[in-house]
């Protein structure tokens, strides 16, 4: 979890070697805690960035593809 929240977009690959797990492991325990909702993902960018004065935050749920 922590090489997950350190980085969001570590790969599969990646999160096995780091846990000493198989591939197919890793992917299985991911997929299990975001079907329960214990993990979920959100992406935060700063507005201002892009030229933006005024936020809003809005949270969706959506089904993966």
């Known amino acids: ?3 997950l929240s350190n ?5 599969f690959s990646q999160l096995a070697h780091v846990t000493g797990w198989s591939e197919a492991s890793v992917r299985r325990q991911l997929t ?9 993902f ?5 507005p201002a960035l892009f030229g933006y004065k005024v936020e809003a935050i809005v949270w969706l749920k959506v089904t993966p593809t």
């Open 1 to 3: 979890m922590r090489a």
């Open 7 to 11: 980085d969001g977009r570590i790969s």
């Open 32 to 40: 299990k805690l975001r079907c329960c909702d214990a993990v979920r």
């Open 42 to 46: 959100s992406v935060e960018i700063n």
